[in-house]
């Protein structure tokens, strides 16, 4: 009769253990979708024999615990790749802007030949569409026609001139606001860290790697966390993890130790710093660098040319239209950044120059402005720019265009090198559905089994207890 006992308490727990693994298994299936989600598996454990007067007889089996199949290696590395991809993303987000912000395109162009890629809304054409009515005003120097067009295409190339340098200042400034609004979600990543730090330590006290569902967690949250800023991991006793960033030395910098976060993470409009003793952080991946770099470099060299272009334009047709220095500048004089480029206020269509005090006829000034579209300058020379004005420009343009085409394709290669690290990782930590169906099924075999043999010991144990009645 004990021994009947004995195999009915070995059959609950065999019951106890398959139910465990059919509630993990259709977890499984319900997270299968899921990318934050690691596979688990339940950890059958032999609850060891007695000895009985037939012999040694054994005792059942348990579940032991819940296992989380993951690869520390492969999340480590899954959020170096992230970080990158997110650092190629924002930059790529940053160029589109800043083509629109210019309002032509900005692929790549032969910029020894001139030639660009421009529509009628850029500065190029504008340019174009200026020496072009000067070349018009010197083939009829006295008609008001065409000075009155000569000067609308001259406000016009000072309106795009201003609205792009805005445009362009405008993305830097939306870049700017962007970052930091990245810093403020690390920050909140961090501490949401750091309590989950608290919680796994507390729940695997005495379970070990038992916190499986806040692991879920946490590690969806690092790599968020990864996607704004280059991190490194270090896991700790007690389930807890360090973060740690890099100097721009290379050094490491503790965001998040035992103790919680060590200081929040600063931006002050040019570098971010962190750590308890604030430290000028070097990453070189994430959005945030993405953005910084891109905004800092692409886009300021971009406007930086577009103030070149508007001082030479300002000296060169001043000095040809007022070759005596006596007479009036076309341009305003201290207008030689692209923001304040502008026609000066005094010429009209009535005073506007063909020469410089010749006859009726003459249009030595209007062929000399006309000429300055074919004249090639050089910064050897003490000028602002190199080559004349539309390679000038084109090569700009082009400087953003190959940054735009880099960033294209260092976004796709990055995205094929980050799927395949998260196939690799999803070998080990995905949910597969034909295992899941597979385990499942075993799993309901195993318990009808063990059900079985219940129903089969509580049909004795009646028989037995029937019998001793009688």
């Given at each position: 009769?004990?021994?009947?006992?004995?195999?009915?308490?070995?059959?609950v727990q065999a019951l106890?253990?398959?139910?465990?693994?059919?509630?993990?298994?259709?977890?499984?299936?319900?997270?299968?979708?899921?990318?934050?989600?690691?596979?688990?598996?339940?950890?059958?454990?032999?609850?060891?024999?007695?000895?009985?007067?037939?012999?040694?007889?054994?005792?059942?089996?348990?579940?032991?615990?819940?296992?989380?199949?993951?690869?520390?290696?492969?999340?480590?590395?899954?959020?170096?790749?992230?970080?990158?991809?997110?650092?190629?993303?924002?930059?790529?987000?940053?160029?589109?802007?800043?083509?629109?912000?210019?309002?032509q395109n900005v692929g790549?162009?032969?910029?020894?030949?001139?030639?660009?890629?421009?529509?009628?809304?850029?500065?190029?054409?504008?340019?174009?569409?200026?020496?072009?009515?000067?070349?018009?005003?010197?083939?009829?120097?006295?008609?008001?026609?065409?000075?009155?067009?000569?000067?609308?295409?001259?406000?016009?190339?000072?309106?795009?001139?201003?609205?792009?340098?805005?445009?362009?200042?405008?993305?830097?400034?939306?870049?700017?606001?962007?970052?930091?609004?990245?810093?403020?979600?690390?920050?909140?990543?961090?501490?949401?860290?750091?309590?989950?730090?608290?919680?796994?330590?507390?729940?695997?006290?005495n379970r070990p790697g038992?916190?499986?569902?806040?692991?879920?967690?946490?590690?969806?949250?690092?790599?968020?966390?990864?996607?704004?800023?280059?991190?490194?991991?270090?896991?700790?006793?007690?389930?807890?993890?360090?973060?740690?960033?890099?100097?721009?030395?290379?050094?490491?910098?503790?965001?998040?130790?035992?103790?919680?976060?060590?200081?929040?993470?600063?931006?002050?409009?040019?570098?971010?710093?962190?750590?308890?003793?604030?430290?000028?952080?070097?990453?070189?991946?994430?959005?945030?660098?993405?953005?910084?770099?891109?905004?800092?470099?692409?886009?300021?060299?971009?406007?930086?040319?577009?103030?070149?272009?508007?001082?030479?334009?300002?000296?060169?047709?001043?000095?040809?239209?007022?070759?005596?220095?006596?007479?009036?500048?076309?341009?305003?004089?201290?207008?030689?950044?692209?923001?304040?480029?502008?026609?000066?206020?005094?010429?009209?269509?009535?005073?506007?120059?063909?020469?410089?005090?010749?006859?009726?006829?003459?249009?030595?000034?209007?062929?000399?402005?006309?000429?300055?579209?074919?004249?090639?300058?050089?910064?050897?020379?003490?000028?602002?720019?190199?080559?004349?004005?539309?390679?000038?420009?084109?090569?700009?343009?082009?400087?953003?265009?190959?940054?735009?085409?880099?960033?294209?394709?260092?976004?796709?290669?990055?995205?094929?090198?980050?799927?395949?690290?998260?196939?690799?990782?999803?070998?080990?930590?995905?949910?597969?559905?034909?295992?899941?169906?597979?385990?499942?099924?075993?799993?309901?075999?195993?318990?009808?089994?063990?059900?079985?043999?219940?129903?089969?010991?509580?049909?004795?144990?009646?028989?037995?207890?029937?019998?001793?009645?009688?």
């Amino acid at each position: 009769m004990s021994g009947l006992f004995s195999s009915l308490s070995a059959s609950v727990q065999a019951l106890t253990a398959q139910s465990r693994a059919l509630e993990i298994s259709g977890k499984n299936l319900a997270n299968v979708n899921n990318p934050d989600y690691a596979r688990q598996r339940v950890q059958f454990g032999d609850l060891g024999t007695i000895e009985t007067p037939t012999g040694p007889e054994s005792m059942g089996i348990q579940a032991l615990g819940i296992e989380q199949l993951r690869d520390s290696l492969l999340d480590q590395q899954v959020m170096r790749e992230g970080s990158l991809s997110a650092y190629y993303q924002a930059q790529q987000s940053a160029y589109q802007r800043a083509q629109a912000g210019l309002g032509q395109n900005v692929g790549s162009t032969d910029a020894t030949s001139g030639s660009s890629t421009t529509t009628d809304n850029g500065i190029g054409a504008a340019l174009d569409d200026f020496f072009n009515a000067y070349q018009s005003l010197a083939a009829s120097p006295t008609d008001t026609g065409q000075r009155q067009a000569l000067l609308q295409k001259a406000q016009i190339l000072s309106d795009r001139f201003k609205s792009t340098d805005e445009r362009l200042g405008q993305v830097q400034a939306d870049l700017g606001t962007q970052i930091t609004t990245d810093v403020a979600s690390v920050n909140t990543m961090l501490q949401n860290v750091a309590a989950l730090n608290i919680q796994i330590a507390r729940l695997e006290i005495n379970r070990p790697g038992g916190a499986v569902d806040l692991r879920d967690q946490r590690q969806a949250v690092l790599e968020q966390l990864a996607g704004k800023l280059p991190i490194s991991i270090t896991e700790a006793s007690g389930g807890q993890v360090l973060i740690n960033a890099k100097d721009s030395s290379g050094s490491p910098v503790a965001l998040v130790t035992l103790t919680g976060v060590t200081a929040p993470v600063t931006f002050n409009g040019t570098q971010l710093s962190a750590g308890a003793t604030p430290t000028v952080l070097g990453p070189t991946a994430g959005s945030i660098q993405g953005s910084l770099s891109a905004r800092d470099d692409g886009i300021q060299a971009m406007r930086d040319q577009l103030d070149q272009l508007a001082e030479q334009l300002v000296t060169s047709v001043n000095a040809a239209y007022n070759p005596s220095g006596s007479t009036g500048n076309f341009f305003t004089a201290g207008g030689t950044t692209a923001a304040t480029f502008t026609v000066d206020s005094t010429v009209t269509a009535m005073n506007l120059k063909a020469s410089d005090g010749g006859a009726a006829g003459d249009n030595t000034v209007a062929l000399a402005v006309a000429a300055l579209a074919d004249r090639k300058f050089s910064t050897a020379g003490g000028n602002a720019i190199n080559g004349t004005f539309t390679t000038f420009y084109s090569t700009a343009v082009s400087g953003l265009g190959q940054s735009l085409s880099a960033a294209n394709s260092q976004v796709s290669n990055q995205s094929s090198i980050e799927q395949l690290v998260r196939t690799q990782r999803d070998s080990v930590s995905g949910v597969s559905l034909d295992e899941e169906m597979a385990n499942l099924l075993k799993y309901q075999r195993a318990f009808q089994a063990s059900s079985r043999v219940f129903s089969t010991i509580d049909s004795l144990l009646d028989n037995v207890v029937n019998q001793l009645g009688r």
